[in-house]
């Protein structure tokens, strides 16, 4: 498996100079079977637009696993050279909002007009919408297993994706403070986190915020730095990646956020030119 991360930014995207090293698009990255370009898209930030770097030419034919539809995991997903063209076939996996909803209404909330001039079924390509449940799933030749984790403001997802080289775990958005402040004021250490966690090898985790930012910041859904390491320890996951990023976090202050983190687990702070082979 080869896990290629294409946004690593959280929020909004970051463009300008104190941003470039560790990249300003959101939320987006690509899963490949060895060898072969991505078939599996997590998230369709703004990073999706360089999924064609990927893809020698190809279309991309495969599926995009949404966590939620926050603007941040959704707004690139127009503007994807791979995606919208004609031989492109992609499944959209939406997560079910337990209202009655289709996939395609409840994405048309935010892509339809007045907010946007194109609705997701008038993209190029053969596409399918499909409902998303806190299931085990087989999507593309890869395990994948979904659980619903705190956040804010509506339904969002962790996802573990195996194959038989290994586990991925994938969180940009979770807010574990939510279910208590926890044996270290940062969150709870609750099941569900545990258990999409257990033994990984790779914990892609959101670490929008400091310890000394969640008292003021908490409000808007995110986890500490500190927590997603944490996490990764008591799970026995052999290497953590701090991603989503908050906006305003510059390549400097996250050099030195990163310089914090020595010894056990492995941490590697994601920057949009991260490339982990499993
Ligand atoms: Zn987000
Ligand atoms: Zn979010």
């Not at 909330?109 to 001039?117: I, L």
């Not at 806190?134 to 979904?146: K, N, P, R, T, W």
């Not at 250490?189 to 008292?215: K, N």
Request: proline share 6%; charged share 25%; glycine share 8%.
């Amino acid at each position: 498996m080869r896990v290629t991360f294409l946004g690593v930014r959280g929020s909004t995207p970051a463009p300008g100079e104190a941003f470039v090293r560790y990249g300003g698009h959101t939320s987006c990255v690509a899963i490949a079977h060895d060898g072969a370009v991505p078939s599996l898209l997590l998230d369709a930030g703004t990073g999706i637009r360089r999924t064609s770097s990927l893809m020698n030419g190809e279309p991309f034919r495969g599926s995009i696993l949404l966590t939620h539809l926050h603007w941040d995991h959704v707004h690139g997903l127009p503007f994807c050279d791979a995606t919208d063209r004609v031989d492109s076939r992609v499944t959209l996996f939406v997560p079910d909002q337990l209202d009655g909803s289709v996939p395609l209404e409840v994405l048309s909330r935010g892509m339809s007009p007045p907010h946007f001039p194109v609705r997701a079924d008038e993209l190029r390509g053969d596409w399918s919408f499909e409902s998303l449940s806190a299931s085990s799933l087989e999507v593309d030749g890869f395990s994948v297993l979904v659980e619903e984790i705190p956040h804010k403001g509506g339904r969002t997802y962790g996802f573990r994706i195996s194959d038989r080289t290994g586990s991925v775990v994938y969180m940009p958005d979770h807010c574990p403070s939510a279910l208590g402040d926890g044996p270290d004021d940062l969150g709870e250490y609750h099941e569900t986190a545990m258990s999409l966690c257990q033994d990984a090898d790779v914990l892609i985790h959101d670490a929008q915020l400091r310890r000394e930012e969640l008292a003021a910041e908490a409000y808007f859904g995110h986890a500490a730095v500190e927590y997603a390491v944490e996490l990764a320890r008591r799970a026995n996951v052999k290497r953590v990646v701090p991603f989503h990023h908050k906006q305003s976090r510059t390549d400097d202050e996250l050099d030195d956020m990163a310089r914090r983190f020595d010894g056990y687990p492995q941490v590697t702070f994601a920057t949009q030119q991260t490339v982990i082979q499993l």
